[in-house]
């Protein structure tokens, strides 16, 4: 290919940078003014506490979507939704054609489905260690273990040097389902000449290694055999072989499985569709179940980080259709508490263990679980097999980022730094170096609709959630005199129902009318005047009876 003197390689993350989760990573190849750029991975992040409503939370996309017909393509590492949940939400604002693995493609076409978009949005399948070739770019896929079938490294190749984009991985030489890492792959590109290695922070601070999914396997088997009555599992339903290891531990302690949550439903038909969980027996129904003997069933489970909708979470509320646990059953979480999860999956437990559950957790269990990620053992194997002249982390917050910095410097790794969302890394020629800022930040999944980050509903919201509301309603005659009210009504404010929450209302009750007293005719008359000075006057007494300062809403009405 032909080379413009002032072309350039860079690097720009959108997500995933100062994070964990989110994964939004743009390449760009050409002179400034007429980059080509290549999409890796549009992914989501989950609300938490701070986010009251929002459950999904996008990156924005405003850059890369004010230069969408200079894209080549989304290239999808694999199918998690930190790395493809944003696509059905963002994909119109891109319209690039899109290219995955085929599992990660069944996925994929599910979500477009569902959000309508399945004609329009073109999927390309690449198979495994397959190579696609995106104008100056040619990104060949290779083959590494994670908690999912088929996650992708990618050798991305360009005019000015190669970059290695590990995804998602860790090291595993058992891995239950799929290849072992393909390490061959990564140590010839490391011969040919590695420009820059893109990587996973995650477990940066965990000294050795994240651990073979076989000895979980194993675990799962030795601890199910032991229980009496029925059996619960949570895991996340897109680890399909820790799926594949609770499934065969059941079978092999003479219990049958049944999928409880629809996304367990919905990952086992994926895995199906590329041979995956294969020589089992088939699943029995929530209504076959039933049926069963207590000690001859276990239930498959979503809800493991305590998501309020999951099948677990409506198990321990009791308002499960058909799975009850109750004294002398148990359950088993396979996985990790994921940060920020805290507080529900304590809750969720609380509530399972008052129910008479029998809980058993990575925590007094360590064999029940290991991490998808690599700890520091395999991150020093992997700049060992690579050797870029170039480390920029990513998939980490600044922590983590900052602390992989430091171990590529221990490698010998000649360049390194830690981007963050928004920072552009010309990668070459030259030395590497931030060059840009471009608009980097977040949106918001709130009632189906997408809504800037800041946007005034939510302030309001938490505004309220920590404040609390009143309402104030007055009737006016045609003398602008008060022919009813006006009457205070308080949502979220402390105080008894009765007594004292009543005097505090009738104190409010009492400065509205003053405040109305106090205007003048021609203000009376007019709606807007009496609103603010009945608002102000009931915002002043809220903070002197509660030291709130709640939202406050006004409704003058004319008889």
């Known amino acids: 290919m032909t080379t413009h003197p002032d072309d350039e390689l860079v690097f720009l993350p959108l997500g995933g940078s100062n994070e964990i989760g989110m994964n939004f990573n743009l390449y760009g190849f050409g002179p400034p003014h007429a980059r080509k750029w290549i999409v890796v991975d ?14 999904v939370i996008l990156p924005d996309p405003s850059f890369i979507e004010a230069h969408a017909k200079d894209i080549l393509g989304i290239v999808l590492t694999h199918a998690h939704e930190d790395h493809i949940g944003a696509v059905p939400w963002l994909w119109e604002r891109l319209k690039a054609p899109m290219y995955a693995t085929p599992f990660t493609a069944f996925l994929l076409r599910e979500k477009l489905r569902e959000a309508g978009l399945l004609d329009e949005a073109h999927i390309t399948e690449v198979p495994l260690s397959g190579t696609i070739t995106l104008g100056p770019f040619e990104v060949t896929l290779i083959t590494l273990t994670h908690s999912i079938p088929e996650p992708n490294g990618l050798a991305i190749r360009t005019p000015l040097g190669t970059v290695l984009h590990t995804g998602d991985w860790k090291i595993d030489p058992d891995p239950i389902t799929g290849e072992v890492t393909d390490h061959e792959a990564i140590t010839r590109l490391g011969d040919e000449g590695v420009l820059a290695m893109v990587c996973d922070s995650t477990n940066v601070f965990v000294d050795g290694e994240a651990g073979s999914e076989a000895t979980v396997r194993v675990a799962l088997a030795k601890l199910i055999g032991q229980l009496k009555g029925k059996v619960a599992a949570a895991c996340f339903a897109s680890n399909v072989a820790r799926m594949d290891s609770i499934i065969r531990a059941a079978e092999a302690n003479d219990r049958r499985v049944c999928l409880v949550g629809r996304s367990m439903i919905r990952m086992s038909a994926a895995a199906r569709s590329v041979g995956l969980l294969a020589n089992i027996k088939p699943f029995i129904s929530d209504n076959e179940a039933g049926y069963f003997p207590a000690d001859k069933v276990l239930f498959l489970c979503t809800g493991s980080q305590g998501e309020p909708r999951a099948a677990l979470a409506r198990v321990a509320d009791g308002t499960h259709p058909h799975l009850n646990l109750g004294q002398g059953d148990s359950c088993v979480f396979s996985s990790r508490v994921i940060p920020g999860n805290e507080i529900p999956i304590r809750n969720l437990q609380n509530k399972l263990a008052d129910r008479g559950v029998r809980l058993f957790t990575e925590r007094d269990h360590p064999g029940l679980h290991v991490s998808g990620h690599p700890c520091r053992d395999e991150l020093k194997q992997m700049y060992r097999w690579a050797r870029p002249r170039i480390a920029v982390p990513t998939h980490g917050e600044r922590r983590h980022l900052l602390e992989h910095v430091n171990l590529a410097r221990d490698m010998q790794v000649g360049e390194a730094l830690a981007p963050r969302n928004g920072d552009m890394v010309r990668l070459a020629p030259g030395r590497a170096e931030i060059i840009d800022e471009v608009p980097a930040g977040r949106l918001y999944v709130d009632g189906g609709m997408v809504t800037p980050e800041n946007g005034e509903a939510l302030r309001e919201r938490r ?88 939202v406050v809403e006004t409704t003058v009405l004319r008889v």
């Open 463 to 550: 505004h309220a959630a920590f404040n609390g509301v009143l309402t104030i309603a007055v009737a006016l005659d045609g003398k602008g005199r008060i022919a009813s009210g006006p009457q205070v009504r308080a949502l979220g404010l402390p105080g008894e129902e009765g007594y004292e929450l009543g005097e505090a209302i009738d104190d409010l009750a009492r400065e509205a009318e003053r405040a109305l007293k106090r205007l003048s005719g021609p203000d009376r008359d007019d709606d807007h005047a009496v609103e603010q000075a009945l608002s102000r006057a009931v915002k002043k007494a809220a903070y002197r009876i509660w030291e709130r300062r709640p």
């Open 42 to 55: 549009l992914g989501v992040t989950f609300g938490d506490q701070t986010t009251p409503g929002v459950e």
